[in-house]
Each structure stands twice: as structure tokens, then as C-alpha cells.
């Protein structure tokens, strides 16, 4: 079943093994691509970067430049997406691109990030550190409440910040 409207990908034109991937999940699925030349960093002026890095003003830049042309077409729906998205239940996307309801959101993200490798380490590192940290402030508030070490700005912030 054919989706009755455009999917944006965004694509860096020297990533071709990623649009051919792309293109080769869509064949199947009969999905309506159209390719959008990525903003590369390198093209992001210095003014864009007063609280970012030039990669994500480059990345948003592009997703402003999909939603442009979203909103120059006679589209009422469009599907933003980035080159390197993988379609692990076709059956499942068609279901949910299909169903009546999904057309009244105006903004819906299906999927998630899987982290690479050295986020989730660095995630895991962070977790450990903090369990660390509240373990310290929480015998030193029982043990010794007076302590110097209670004031050592690491402890503080792990010991009155919630779990999670």
C-alpha cells in the first residue's frame, strides 16, 4: 500500500551508500521519497552558533529546509527523516502511517535513537559516577553531617538531585 504522501530524507550528497539504502528499503514499501540535500556544518555561519555546535544547527537547519518544502507542496502530511533511518516492521509503519487517527497530530515521531556504543558507556559511566556520589553524600549526612566533603560541589548536586 502506497503512503498518500512524501517522505522528506535528509542526505548529504557524498553519503550515496546511505541514500541507496534508503532507496532500497522504499522499493518494497512503495514509499514516496524525495531526496534533500543536507546543510553541512562547514556551510553554517558563525552567527548560527550561539548556544549550539555547527553540527546540530547544520542538522535543524536541514529539517527547517524539509519543512519548507513540505509546506510549498499541496501535501497535507509529510514524513521528515534522516538517511540513515531503518524500517524494522513494514507492516507496522504502513498500520500507523494508515490509521485515521495519526492524521490529527501535527508533529509525531515514530522510532527512537538507539545510541551508539560510546554514548551508552558514557551514559553507563554517568549512572555509576551519580549512584557513587549519592552513596558518598548519604553516609556523610548520616556519619558525618559536618563534613567539609558534604560541601564539595559533586556531592551536593548527587546527593539533592532525584534518581533517574
Known amino acids: 500500500m502506497r503512503i498518500p504522501f512524501p517522505i ?16 532500497k528499503q522504499a522499493i518494497d514499501l512503495e514509499l514516496n521519497l524525495h531526496q534533500v540535500v543536507a546543510i553541512e556544518s562547514k556551510d553554517v555561519g558563525i552567527e548560527d552558533l550561539e548556544f549550539v555546535t555547527s553540527g546540530v ?13 513540505f509546506l510549498d507542496s499541496n501535501f497535507s502530511h509529510a514524513i521528515i527523516a534522516e538517511d540513515d533511518f531503518r524500517i524494522d516492521s ?3 509503519l504502513i498500520s500507523t502511517l494508515q490509521c485515521q487517527d495519526i492524521l ?27 549512584i557513587i ?17 558534604l560541601e564539595r560541589l559533586r556531592v551536593k548536586n548527587s546527593g539533592h538531585t532525584p534518581k533517574g
Do not use: T
Open 8 to 23: 522528506y530524507v535528509i542526505n548529504m550528497s557524498k553519503d550515496v551508500e546511505r541514500w541507496i539504502s534508503v532507496q
Open 104 to 130: 490529527d497530530y501535527d508533529v509525531v515521531q515514530l522510532g527512537w535513537i538507539v545510541p551508539g556504543l560510546d554514548n551508552r558507556l558514557r551514559s553507563e559511566y554517568s549512572n555509576w559516577e551519580h
Open 57 to 69: 544547527r547544520a542538522v535543524w537547519k536541514s529539517h527547517m529546509k524539509c519543512m519548507s518544502l
Open 90 to 92: 513494514p507492516e507496522q
Open 133 to 149: 556520589f549519592r552513596f558518598i553524600y548519604n553516609i556523610l549526612v548520616w556519619f558525618r553531617p559536618k563534613s567539609r566533603i
